[in-house]
């Protein structure tokens, strides 16, 4: 399967996270992309929610050393993305 959908150039990636109770109930620390490299969150920027239809998507704003990224979770399918 490939995972990287051509249409938006989203990838789907594999997260490690920590879900509490704080301010924040969920917190990506590290997340390996399809070609097994692995990325470790240094900094959580901004986390919201948008609602798509009956689905809420969890979107977090992170860093990575240098590097941003954006990460998706569906809340309904429990997948995480990697969006541009």
């Known amino acids: 399967m490939n ?5 938006d150039q989203t ?11 704080s301010q924040t109930p969920c917190q ?16 959580l920027l901004r ?10 998507k969890h979107i977090f704003d992170c860093l990575a050393g240098r590097n941003s990224y954006r990460l998706e979770f569906d809340s309904t399918s429990l997948a995480w993305t990697l969006t541009p």
């Open 28 to 43: 990506p620390l590290s997340f390996k992309r399809a070609t097994g490299r692995e990325v470790e969150v240094t900094e």
């Open 3 to 7: 995972n990287i959908n051509k249409n």
């Open 11 to 21: 990838e789907r990636v594999q997260v490690m996270a920590l879900f509490n109770y």
């Open 47 to 56: 986390a919201h929610v948008k609602f798509v239809g009956g689905t809420a």
